[in-house]
């Protein structure tokens, strides 16, 4: 005991002067825990002091035309189904409550006066749907365009509302995004500060349309059609020559190989053995019958990586991924059989996915193996139609077409007009289903024709009627024809934007003037038509009925050449040509490229 105690005094002054040096560590360790927590904490409210007196960085907003999304501190911002887009005469227009929602603004709407007010700390800015005036507190200024409603959503042109703010606003073309870069700093944006927002917009939102669109290809199972840049080509290993189709096997997409490439304006040569050689924009691949491929001296390996041969054909496919990899772009799945080829990945941008399905509008179905061969192809085009029962025909005037073109397998596009569809759409079924073509009319055939009614007027005439057809006939047109043929650039244009072909005639059976005469109308077809031309009838007349199955009649019964009765699309693909949104036809023949007619009165 006594050596323990003695032990214990001994040892005490050494343990009390540990515990003091420890003690002292904790507060060593305490102090830079403070010192970490403290100083980022400083330096924010440092930069919010400096910010407002000097201008320093705050809110950074980015908008990307015809996106639903946006880019803010960071973040995708979702801005539902109200895009920025850009108007008329240049001004980008966004979507007033996304602005105010996501810069810390106050919105007041007076719907009587369609005016929205907004407040940022001491100021108010005053905009009226309509007007380009702008109230900013007790000054007016103008702005370079006028707020706008669409779809109940309020927009405003976005540099003014902010110039007027004094906040910085720069915008980025198309070929860098095309974003409008917003900041609340009153401190000007420098190029490398705007190189930086701007990249990381882009790496949430994605590229803009024109960078999507530029090298893209889309294609859809079962249409020998391919849309590049935008526009509808048919895919063909040889000019004149029937289209080759995408098609499924197993699940898996595939590409016919030489008319793919052939059309995109590369080669695919066979060496008549097991080996393709393709070259494509630079690059040179190997495609061997066993899947093994090469590109640009590189093994392509993976399990998509299939190749397919038709028996009967003889025609050589790819998969769409082994596509992507011989033309260097990236594949995307956009839904409903349709496909995309671009040169950048789409893999979390639906926005832009959403753009390049609206273009598949140009992926017409492949012409079938229920198109006869023969000599000579002639087109046969309704319009104004659908027409009801009448005391001679208790089943209407179209029904009785219809079961007399079924007899005779022959083919027709119908132009429709949707005041008629509205009251005669019991037999709609049947179009589709016997092999026929869907075509636009306008929904109430305006007898002052489409060019006098603008570009608004000639859209809502074509666009409801095709959201018509496709409600009673399960599809939406893929032609359409204006009023009398009349057309100018307004229309066309138009007809571009909705992905419609403008189909007029260049026989006319004047059975508009005849209405009961079917000797009339069996002699102009049998005097007038040719291979490749469209012939306009109307399925109104009694006339009209029974001298065209006449006329059909007489032509298939000819012994010197054989005669095929196909719709405007079986026509174009039977002659290689791939027609094309807001051109116009009068007549479809092998060789041309697209009419250059004139206006048909």
Not at 175 to 182: F, P, T, W
Not at 359 to 373: A, Y
Request: net charge negative; hydrophobic share 35%; aromatic share 8%.
């Amino acid at each position: 005991m006594a050596y323990q105690s003695a032990y214990r005094s001994a040892y005490r002054p050494y343990r009390c002067r540990r515990r003091r040096r420890n003690s002292h560590y904790g507060v060593l360790i305490a102090l830079i825990l403070v010192i970490i927590i403290a100083v980022p904490v400083a330096f924010r409210i440092v930069k919010g002091i400096s910010g407002a007196i000097f201008g320093g960085d705050q809110n950074e907003l980015v908008y990307q035309v015809d996106n639903t999304r946006a880019y803010h501190d960071g973040k995708s911002v979702d801005l539902g189904t109200s895009a920025a887009y850009r108007g008329s005469g240049g001004a980008v227009f966004v979507p007033v409550n996304s602005l105010c929602d996501n810069l810390g603004l106050q919105l007041s709407w007076d719907q009587a006066g369609q005016t929205a007010s907004i407040q940022y700390k001491k100021d108010t800015a005053s905009m009226q749907v309509g007007s380009t005036t702008l109230r900013f507190n007790e000054e007016s200024k103008t702005m370079s365009a006028a707020p706008e409603v669409k779809d109940g959503t309020t927009f405003v042109p976005v540099r003014d509302v902010c110039q007027a703010f004094s906040w910085q606003v720069s915008e980025l073309g198309a070929e860098q995004g095309d974003l409008v870069v917003i900041s609340q700093s009153k401190k000007e944006l420098d190029d490398k500060k705007l190189s930086r927002i701007a990249q990381d917009a882009l790496d949430v939102l994605g590229p803009s349309k024109q960078q999507v669109t530029e090298g893209s290809v889309i294609m859809r199972t079962d249409s020998d059609k391919l849309v590049m840049n935008g526009e509808s080509r048919q895919m063909t290993e040889e000019q004149g020559k029937r289209g080759t189709a995408a098609i499924e096997v197993d699940g898996a997409r595939y590409i016919p190989l030489k008319a793919a490439v052939t059309t995109l304006g590369g080669t695919a040569a066979f060496d008549g053995k097991s080996e393709w050689t393709v070259e494509y924009n630079g690059i040179q691949s190997i495609v061997r019958d066993d899947g093994k491929t090469e590109v640009n001296g590189d093994r392509v390996k993976g399990d998509d990586i299939k190749v397919y041969k038709e028996e009967e054909s003889g025609t050589f496919y790819v998969s769409a991924q082994l596509f992507a990899a011989l033309t260097g772009k990236s594949y995307s799945d956009l839904g409903d059989g349709a496909y995309s080829f671009t040169n950048m990945p789409l893999d979390g941008f639906d926005s832009q996915k959403a753009y390049l399905n609206t273009m598949k509008d140009g992926l017409t179905q492949t012409v079938g193996s229920n198109v006869p061969d023969a000599d000579v192809y002639i087109a046969l085009t309704f319009d104004d139609g659908p027409t009801g029962a009448t005391s001679d025909y208790p089943d209407g005037l179209t029904a009785t077409l219809l079961d007399g073109l079924k007899e005779r397998g022959a083919h027709a596009t119908f132009f429709m007009c949707g005041y008629r569809l509205k009251d005669f759409h019991s037999h709609c079924d049947r179009y589709l289903a016997e092999g026929h073509e869907l075509g636009n009319h306008t929904m109430s055939h305006p007898m002052s024709m489409l060019p006098a009614l603008g570009a608004d007027g000639i859209r809502d005439e074509v666009e409801s009627n095709s959201q018509l057809i496709e409600q009673y006939c399960g599809a939406r047109p893929t032609v359409m024809r204006p009023v009398g043929g009349s057309y100018d650039d307004t229309v066309k244009s138009v007809m571009k934007e909705l992905g419609l072909p403008i189909i007029n005639w260049d026989v006319d059976t004047h059975d508009w003037e005849t209405k009961t005469d079917p000797v009339s109308v069996k002699n102009n077809i049998i005097e007038q038509a040719e291979d490749g031309s469209i012939i306009l009838m109307h399925d109104m007349y009694s006339g009209t009925v029974e001298g065209v199955l006449a006329a059909i009649d007489e032509l298939q019964s000819r012994t010197d050449k054989t005669y095929a009765f196909v719709t405007v699309s079986e026509l174009a693909a039977v002659k290689g040509i791939a027609l094309e949104p807001g051109q116009v036809y009068t007549n479809i023949k092998e060789g041309m490229d697209k009419s250059t007619s004139g206006e048909v009165s």
